[in-house]
Structure formats: C-alpha cells, structure tokens
C-alpha cells in the first residue's frame, strides 16, 4: 500500500513529532507514506471563503499531484484534511473547473483524488483488528478521551468522516490499542479555533469546558487529530492532551 | 363498424388549460367510427352524465370514449352512466388526458397533441370492445384485525355489534397497545387506562370476537370476500384454559433482569411475565430468550408453585387457518430510534422520551408515579421538553412528516408536572406549537397561561450530562439570544413512525405502502379508510400519525366500510380476467408459474383459468409464447390497436 503524502505545515514546524510518529508507525503497520513534491500550504481554513479561488490553488496542485501518481492523498492535520477534502469536492464543478484553468492551465483536475485522514487508514486498509495485532505496549487501564473537534466532523456531507453526532472512528481507535475509551458530550465542540487570537479568555472559557467535561466523564488525557485544538485546550487547566500519534507510536513501540 | 361517441371534458380548468378541448374534438370526428364528438365542462356533473345517455339514444352509440380524468378516478361512473343508456358497461373506455397530460404539460400545443393521440387510441381499443358480464364471488362474513391497539379493538367492538365475527391478531401477550401505557390523554386529562381497560375488556368478552394474543399473521391467500389466512400463535408455555391468573408464577421467578417492554425499559420483569396488571387476557407468558428452564433444563420454579398446573415447558407453536372477507391492519406506531441523534445524550439516565415520561408520571408506572430523574432518585428542580425530535426533520437520520401527538402530550406532561410539583419549573423548546382539533389550542394556552410553562421557541443543539444537572445549548429565537439553559430532566419528543412489521404484513396482503412506511389508502380524501387493495382496510396510525380521538373516529369509519362489505351475499367480480385459447396452446404451463394468485390450473396439456380466483392483472397473457392466454378487455388484439393508432 502506497499512498500520496500531504504533511502540511504545522506537521513540519510546531507539530513535527505527528509527522515522525505516524511515518514511523505506517512502516510498522505495512503501507508506505509518499511525500509529494514541493507542496505548499494548503491555507488553513482562509481559501473556504466561497469566493476564493486563487488560495486554493496549493491545495489542487496537491491534489492534482496524487492524481497524477494514482494514489490517495493522506494527511494527518484536521486543517488539512477538512481544507483538501472540501477544495477536491469544490473541484468536481465545471465552472471551478474554468475559473483555476484562468490561473494555471496546466491543472487538469476534476476532483478525481481520493482524500484520506491517517485514521481512515488505519480503519479500512490496515483494519483495527489488526492494529490490534500489532499493538507491543498495549494502553491497558488507560482512560483516553478522544476529542475530535470540528474540522473532521463537519460538514458531514462533504467530510463523510464519521456520524457528526456520535462519532466513533476514534474510540474504536483507542480500543484497539487496549485503552478504555471515554466518550463525552463535548468531544466534537469547537475548541475555538482562531478565536484565541483575538479573545484569549474567551478561547481559555471554551477549552475549559471541553477538559472539564472530558474529566467530569472520566478521561486522564485526551487526544486530538488537530494541531490547533492541540495549542488551545492544551492552555484549559488541568489539561492533558497528545497528537493520537503519540499513543500509537508508544502502543507500537516505535516511539523514541 | 361500431358507432362510436367520444366525449371530452375540460375538467374546469384543469384540463382545458394545457388542452385545446375543441381541437380534440374536432380530430376525434375524423376517426373512422366516430359518429358523434362533443366536449363538456364536467362530464361527470349529472349534465355531463346526461348528454352522454342522451347521445347514446340520438345516435344510436354502441361505443363511448370518454376523454377525461384518470379511469381510477371515473371509470365507474361513466361505465354506470352507459348502463343506463342501454349499453354494455364494458363498451366504455376512457383517455386519461388530465393526470398524465394537461397537469404535467406546460405548453397548450403539446398537450392538446398528446390528448389527441391518446384519445386516438381508446377510441381503436373500443372498436375492438366486446360487451362482458361480470361473475359472482361468495363474501365470508368475518372479519380479521391485525393489532390490537385502541384502533383495532374499536373497529372489532364495531364489527361485532354489527353482527359479523371478528379475530384479533395481536403480536404482544396483551391486547391493549400504547394507549395502555399512557398516564393521562389529552385535552381532558381523563386517565388512559380508566377508559380504556373496560374496552379491553369488552373485547374479550364479546361473543363474536375471538383474541389471537401473542399471535403473529403466517400467510395471506385469496382476495376479497375470501382470505384464507394462517395464524401463528407463538408458544406461550402456559395453558391459557388452565391458568387462573394468580401472578405466583412470576413472583417465584428468579430471573428479574429482562428490560420490561411495557415499562420502556425503565424497570425489569421476570421471565414468566404479564406486561401489566390490567393485561387481557390475564394470562402470563415465558419468555424463552430469559427462562432458566427453558434455556438450561433447570429450575422449573413456576412449574412447582402453579397449582392449577399450566405451566406447559413443552409447548410449541401453534398454527391455525381461517377464511375471512376482510382484513383490517391496525398495526400502530413505534417511537423511532435515537441512535443517530447522538447530541441529544439519549445515553444518559436523565434524557428520556415522551413515552417513558408516560410512564414515569404513571401510578401504576415504575415509581409510583413519583417524578424523580433515574440517574440519583432526586426530585428534578426543571423540567425542559423538547419538541420534534426527528419529526419535520429533512436529513437522511429523520422523519419529513410531523408527528402530530407530540404538541399536545407535551403540554399535557407540562401542565401535569406543574399541577403535581408547582416547585419544578417547566420549559418546552418548540418549532411551533400545532394545536388544531376541538379544545386543543384552550388545553395549550391553559399550560403556558395558566400553570406556568415556560415555552421558548427555538431548537436545542446539544444536551451535555454535567451529572448534577443538563447543560443544554439552545436558543431562544424570540429573544434573539444564545443561551446555555440549565435543567434537572430532559423529555424529548420523540418522533413516531409505523411499526417495522407493518411491510411484512403489507407485503402478504399487496397492501401498498408509502415512503414513510405508512400504509397507503385508496383515496387521500374520499377513501382514507381503505386500502387500494380490495378486501383490505386501514384503521389508527399506520396509515399516519393521529391522535386518540381521531383513531378512534378512525377506526369506526373503517368498521363501518367492513359491515358493508359483510353484509353483502355475493361481490360482483371483475369480468376482465384471462382466457386460454386452446387451439393455440402448446402445453408449456409457463402461465402456471406466473401467476399470483394461483388461478390457472394445468391438466393434462392444456391450462384452465379460474375465473373466481384470476385477478386480471395480466402476467400470464405477457408470459405466453404462443399467445392463447388472453386478458378479455384487455386482450392482445386490443392493446396493439392502441399502439398502432399512437404510432400512426
């Protein structure tokens, strides 16, 4: 199994440990993570302004990129997954179409590219049964909240990740690793993005109800798919939270 | 050559609109046989009916083509009409140019165009008619209800007033249904059990009804006037004669883990079990799937205590078979799974819907009627409802449609609790409160104006578990605000739909059925009783959702529609039903195979169709390779003529 790449820039830069964790376990677990060449930032969530069309264009070359090669484009980041996957759907429209041809003719993509989360990896090409299998250090009587954010989740016609509502990719994730898995009302609230930019109380008041809410359930940590969750409810007191690759590299023994 | 009349109506406006009735006309008069052409508003009106007989007479008619509505609609009543213009009925055929032509065609030129050809058609079909003679069928006088909720013990209790007999076939070991689990009903509050057990009651002491409880429908043969239906009914392993009803059976029980389906799961029974105190027939049942005994071969414990000796551990299923004229379904309603609202946190104790609530508030419910939340036994401080959960909801996860009961039983729970603990303060988040029906809107202003219930309208986003108490994120649109409302105890209205065995049933008896899983009637308006299957009936809320009241008003019309049916000797049976040419037949039997209804019978080479069993729906005569199976009114010859004049 060989898949097309997409890092991202925060997986190079502040969330560089996602980005070594998960290359390191895909060897591990048997499919190959191909870095596509000279990618550039796929603009956070700016270029879903409907009107933009000039800043999406990284995001198709990515995708142009994978389709060329014949592969998947996986990536981790919550941003980039949420960006590239809405971006290739935006693609599938005629006048899209010919408005990115004004900019660059060379882009002949029609939403061709499947785009994949590291996690749907996991589930449908590798199979939790057999993560399972492969599990060294098993997380057991560890009590984990998975904490999904919003960027996965929504909108759910076009992410199709997982029910919006009840989401369960992430627990059966963390079963299969042999950690208990505690689900709480708040896992897929929005931690506030950029909010905390402008209104650092306001992003601290929102962080703080989603850790309260994970501990009042019962969780000792929590882990995020989404590098800007990870820097906001890190910052809620008494909060413990880790990339979802970090628990996969220990339970697979790969971590340094 | 024929003489034949073609009539085309304008239908108001409803055809004359997209159709240029003149000019139909005048193409009709070229048709070779057509003798007379003329046009109406509305052929159906008596004036209508009265040109048509007239015409026959003056221009001594042996054919008539009607060119109007679809023949579901009129058939008859022009087939009447000719009737008493001295015609066959049979020589009357109709061109639908309104359903499938002016409401569907914006443009006058290609609507007028295709009524034309249409009309074309049916008037080379007709040239091609032969007068026929319909036949007789015997009509059994008894009648068989499936689900024995309010709706069907109502419309048996009608029927067997009337005279005829009537069985029940009801699924669960009780008769009774959702209205034996409701507290109090709307908008008179009147307590549901007080009025209906003494029909429960009633039912089982009827003369001419018998109860099939615990009882499922096997297999459907015949058609109108003569079903033959077979009944399975389940192994209760207790012997219904013997059995005295004294309840020591499932007081000795040692299993009590088993959710109780009548209680909605808020408490457990025992294995043997009667749903509830006032269950007819006051017969408990095992349930196998929990019953030591029966799983093990150990204990036995009932066994040993029942001293009239009917607990029978090798009981088996029991089927029997009996012919009845009608079929009348009255299968109820289910509250739909939660499953997939996952921010509403169903999983949590204190979320609960508006029929467990039913239960909660009842005396004879799982608490003895006291309100307490189920996760600390503490009285709730608020109460918050919760309004069209999965009703009026368009994603794939709920239900187009309104649920229509959820306005009332809410403001009926609300003004309960109020009335009860004046302390509990009580919200209801709505959409918009529905309220018609005599003295609904008094019994809805009376919650919020007179007992205090604070209505907010808006939707909740999310209900958060914080232990104490719910979080619940909502927003008041009249105010304009966000808010993060806090409460004790959370009821949501939970949508309704049919319950999931109503398309097995449906199925068995070619009863058709909606998007929804609602059975479908004849007519929206003029036959909302019936189902478009002959013989068979609709009674409550599998054919939409509906109150009490209404069911009941219901399920009287439909009883009435039964006797009718019941009281007549014979039914006139439809003449256009297959016929096998024997000189044509080559003896394949592929017909025999075809047919639904088992209508044709292969002897020794050759086929013979009975003529009280064919329904005429044609899949032998397309089935025929060697074309000898004929469907007289709709025969081979017949049809190609139609095509050939479209073709023309």
């Known amino acids: ?256 | 050559m024929k003489r034949i009349g073609v009539f085309v109506c304008h239908c108001g406006t409803n055809i004359a609109a997209t159709v240029d009735v003149v000019k139909v006309v005048e193409a009709a008069k070229l048709e070779p046989g057509v003798v007379h052409a003329a046009e109406y508003p509305y052929l159906c009106s008596e004036a209508g009916q009265n040109m048509i007989i007239k015409a026959v007479d003056e221009f001594g008619l042996t054919g008539v083509v009607v060119s109007a509505c679809s023949p579901r609609m009129h058939e008859t009543t022009f087939r009447k009409a000719a009737a008493k213009a001295g015609l066959n009925p049979f020589m009357v055929e109709i061109s639908n140019i309104r359903e499938q032509c002016s409401w569907i065609h914006k443009d006058s030129k290609d609507g007028t165009e295709k009524s034309i050809i249409l009309t074309r058609a049916a008037i080379a079909k007709v040239h091609l008619n032969e007068p026929l003679h319909p036949g007789e069928s015997k009509v059994t006088k008894r009648a068989l209800v499936i689900g024995g909720g309010i709706a069907g013990i109502q419309t048996a209790l009608d029927i067997a007033e009337a005279g005829f007999p009537v069985d029940i076939v009801e699924s669960t070991p009780s008769i009774g249904g959702k209205m034996a689990q409701l507290d109090k009903t709307f908008p008179t509050l009147d307590c549901s059990a007080c009025i209906l057990t003494p029909k429960m009651v009633d039912a089982a002491a009827h003369e001419n009804i018998t109860l099939h409880t615990y009882s499922e429908i096997e297999k459907v043969e015949g058609f109108v006037g003569d079903f033959t239906i077979t009944i399975r009914k389940k192994a209760r392993y207790v012997d219904m004669k013997n059995c005295t009803g004294c309840g020591l059976c499932y007081e000795k029980c040692p299993v009590k883990k088993a959710p109780s389906e009548f209680e909605q799961g808020l408490i457990k029974r025992t294995a043997i079990y009667t749903p509830f105190a006032q269950a007819v027939p006051n017969v408990p049942v095992i349930d196998k799937t929990q019953c030591i005994k029966l799983k093990t071969g150990k204990c036995g414990l009932c066994e040993k205590v029942c001293t009239p000796k009917a607990i029978v551990f090798d009981q088996q299923d029991e089927l029997i078979t009996e012919k009845y004229g009608a079929v009348i379904i009255a299968t109820g309603y289910d509250q739909i799974s939660l499953e997939k609202f996952g921010e509403y946190s169903y999983n949590s104790p204190d979320v609960i819907t508006g029929l467990e609530f039913e239960r909660l508030t009842n005396a004879a419910g799982p608490t003895g009627g006291d309100l307490i939340r189920l996760s600390d036994k503490k009285k709730p401080r608020s109460v918050t409802f919760i309004q069209c959960i999965g009703s009026r909801d368009t994603s794939k996860r709920g239900k187009p449609y309104c649920s229509k009961i959820c306005c009332m039983y809410t403001a009926k729970h609300a003004m309960l609790i109020r009335d009860k603990y004046p302390q509990i303060e009580v919200n209801v988040f709505y959409i918009d409160v529905r309220t018609p029906g005599k003295n609904f809107d008094e019994f809805y202003r009376r919650s919020a104006e007179e007992y205090g219930v604070n209505y907010i309208k808006g939707q909740v986003g999310k209900i958060i578990d914080q232990g104490e108490f719910l979080t619940l994120q909502s927003v008041d649109m009249l105010g304009g605000k966000r808010m993060d409302l806090q409460t004790d105890l959370v009821v949501l209205a939970t949508a309704i739909e049919p319950v999931k065995s109503v398309r097995i049933i449906a199925s068995m008896l070619t009863a058709s059925i909606d998007t929804n899983n609602f059975m479908t009637e004849a007519h929206p308006k003029l036959k909302p009783v019936e189902s478009p299957t002959a013989g068979v009936f609709l009674s409550g809320v599998c054919q939409g959702p509906k109150d009490i009241p209404e069911t009941v008003a219901q399920a009287g019309a439909t009883a009435a529609k039964v006797i009718g049916l019941l009281v007549k000797d014979k039914l006139m049976t439809n003449p256009c039903t297959a016929e096998s040419n024997e000189k044509f037949c080559n003896g394949c039997s592929a017909c025999t195979k075809v047919c639904p209804y088992g209508a044709i019978a292969y002897d020794d080479g050759i086929v013979h169709v009975n003529k009280a069993l064919c329904q005429g729906c044609g899949a032998c005569a397309v089935t025929c390779p060697s074309g000898a199976m004929d469907l007289q009114g709709f025969s081979n010859r017949q049809l190609m003529a139609e095509v050939d004049a479209i073709c023309r």
């Open chain 1, 1 to 256: 199994m060989v898949f097309s790449y997409y890092p991202g820039c925060t997986l190079s830069t502040q969330a560089k440990e996602m980005d070594v964790h998960a290359r390191k376990c895909a060897e591990v677990l048997g499919f190959t993570l191909e870095e596509i060449d000279d990618w550039q930032c796929c603009g956070a969530v700016y270029p879903m302004g409907s009107d933009e069309v000039a800043s999406k264009l990284s995001a198709i070359r990515a995708l142009h990129q994978a389709k060329e090669k014949g592969q998947d484009l996986v990536t981790l980041c919550a941003a980039c997954y949420h960006v590239l996957k809405r971006i290739n759907e935006d693609m599938k429209n005629k006048e899209m179409q010919k408005t990115v041809h004004t900019y660059d003719n060379s882009l002949d993509y029609h939403g061709e590219t499947k785009v994949i989360h590291f996690m749907e990896v996991l589930q449908k090409h590798v199979g939790f049964d057999k993560l399972k299998e492969k599990t060294v250090n098993p997380l057991k009587g560890r009590k984990i909240g998975a904490y999904y954010g919003c960027m996965l989740l929504r909108p759910s016609s076009i992410l199709a990740f997982d029910d919006p509502e009840n989401p369960q990719i992430f627990e059966t994730f963390l079963k299969a690793l042999g950690a208990e898995a505690v689900e709480f009302p708040r896992r897929n609230e929005c931690c506030g993005g950029y909010i905390s930019l402008k209104q650092k109380e306001k992003s601290r008041e929102m962080a703080n109800e989603i850790v309260e809410n994970a501990v009042r359930n019962g969780a000792e940590t929590l882990i995020t798919a989404c590098p800007l969750c990870l820097y906001n409810v890190a910052k809620a007191e008494g909060s413990s939270i880790y990339y979802f690759t970090k628990l996969l590299a220990e339970a697979l023994g790969v971590k340094e």
